[in-house]
């Protein structure tokens, strides 16, 4: 069984950012070191209360050592972590995770086998209300009304996921921390879980930070995308910020497909490969350009030569090289081009994004 360090009672709230809703989750400073390697490096996070944060990142980069530090599994080397108005975890404070009112759910389900699902989903309630009108409220609210005497096994993958959301839902915790839930599920079973969770995490009103390395899964479920990478927050937005607008090239290039393309900037337009480009900050001298695949118009004849076509059924992404420079330009369905014909590139998106090299 894990050593979790003494635990004092909770400390009143170090002052944080404000929001009109109040903070749910306040992070602050966070740092954190496994084998003498930092694995966190300063991170700071507000998640309001009613709001669903997609911690996105790829694998390695620190997740899942955020997710343990807020849940009281693991002790950070420095700053703070504030639930719902109090210090859970700081210098000289530590509040034990069962203490936080802090509910998770894991890529395993992690049920009970020998507990019916009632009994599951009431596990950690007060002794009176392990079965009755709040468990069966919390079933009916992940859609498994009717399923309380039935054993996990009966159940499908996704039905179990349900459960373990449900036995989250149960306990009425402040934050609910999910970690990747659905990565052992199939791809079409995990799409479809993707709204689903989304929609009950909305009907139940409930703050949770929900952490994966899948980007579609993050815009679609997160109010609020944090993007991780090595140890620290390098985004915090809306998904159209991140996709729009990002902050870095690092972000440009996790965030969806991106062409980053040499150009000439002359205050709010940039001279690129594929003509000029408005800026959405102005910029001078020789930039890098964020041009989405998607807000390039290609048409027959021109300079630019097709490489390749790399067709996915709704759509297609065609590879190509303009004045030498790779782009790629995306078409819904089967594009009219085949390898070798000539096209004309024409940028049609809003402002873009310039970085200085």
Request: charge should be negative.
């Amino acid at each position: 069984m894990e050593n979790f360090p003494p635990h004092v009672e909770m400390c009143p709230a170090v002052p944080m950012r404000s929001d009109p809703r109040g903070s749910a989750l306040a992070v602050h400073g966070l740092g954190r070191e496994l084998g003498g390697r930092p694995v966190l490096r300063g991170i700071d996070l507000d998640v309001p209360a009613g709001t669903v944060l997609a911690l996105l990142g790829p694998s390695g980069c620190g997740k899942t050592t955020l997710l343990r530090c807020i849940a009281g599994l693991d002790r950070p080397d420095a700053g703070i972590v504030v639930v719902d108005d109090f210090t859970v975890s700081g210098p000289e404070c530590f509040v034990a995770p069962e203490k936080r009112r802090i509910g998770m759910v894991f890529q395993e389900p992690a049920l009970f086998p020998n507990r019916t699902v009632g009994g599951n989903v009431g596990y950690g309630l007060p002794r009176n209300e392990r079965s009755g009108p709040r468990v069966e409220r919390a079933l009916a609210l992940v859609g498994l009304t009717g399923t309380a005497d039935r054993m996990p096994a009966t159940l499908s993958g996704g039905q179990q996921q349900r459960v373990a959301l449900a036995r989250a839902l149960a306990a009425e915790p402040s934050l609910i921390l999910l970690d990747e839930p659905f990565s052992a599920l199939d791809a079409p079973l995990r799409a479809e879980l993707r709204g689903e969770v989304r929609r009950l995490l909305a009907a139940a009103g409930a703050t949770a930070v929900f952490v994966t390395h899948d980007q579609e899964e993050a815009f679609l479920i997160g109010d609020q995308v944090a993007l991780m990478l090595d140890g620290r927050i390098a985004q915090v937005g809306t998904p159209d910020d991140l996709y729009e607008r990002p902050e870095s090239r690092q972000v440009a290039t996790f965030v969806g497909d991106a062409n980053l393309l040499p150009a000439e900037a002359e205050g709010d337009v940039a001279l690129t490969p594929v003509g000029r480009v408005p800026l959405a900050r102005p910029a001078h001298g020789r930039v890098e350009v964020v041009i989405r695949p998607e807000c390039i118009h290609a048409c027959k004849g021109g300079d630019s030569i097709v490489e390749r076509i790399e067709y996915y059924g709704h759509d297609a992404v065609i590879v190509t090289s303009s004045r030498g420079c790779p782009v790629r330009c995306r078409v819904m369905g089967r594009p009219p081009f085949d390898t070798g014909d000539r096209i004309g590139l024409e940028y049609v998106g809003e402002p873009s994004v310039a970085f200085t090299p």
